[in-house]
Nanobody, 126 residues
């Protein structure tokens, strides 16, 4: 099993930056992949970025060029650096992880990924 916990959310003005962190614990010695999803009120959960066990990354079109996903394997922690934030980026951001890789960025259903965090709120004001 894996356990993941997010941190780093908060409120920021448009154009600002935030960095989210997600620490994994459990069977981290096995190869696993991680991802960030987000869900705004009244909307479906959507993929933001994924990072495979070998470091390969994918991004949603809406965040390409503004967000960067990375992972520190020594700390079993992934990060989401979010720059040039827009009000439309406001959402609850969820960390996800799985041993079945790669994670499909287009499938935000809770049943599609085995391990989810509780979420961290990001609010961007105009």
């Amino acid at each position: 099993q894996l356990h993941v916990m997010e941190s780093g959310g908060g409120s920021v003005q448009a154009g600002g930056s935030l960095r989210l962190s997600c620490a994994a614990s459990g069977y981290t010695a096995l190869p696993y992949c991680m991802a960030w999803f987000r869900q705004a009120p009244g909307k479906e959960r959507e993929g933001v970025a994924t990072i495979d066990w070998d470091g390969a990354t994918t991004y949603a079109d809406a965040v390409k060029g503004r967000f960067t996903i990375s992972k520190d394997n020594a700390k079993d922690t992934q990060y989401l650096q979010m720059n040039s934030l827009k009000p439309g980026d406001s959402a609850m951001y969820y960390c996800a992880a799985d041993f079945a890789c790669p994670i499909d960025i287009d499938d935000g259903s809770e049943s599609s990924i085995n391990y989810w965090g509780q979420g961290t709120q990001v609010t961007v004001s105009s």
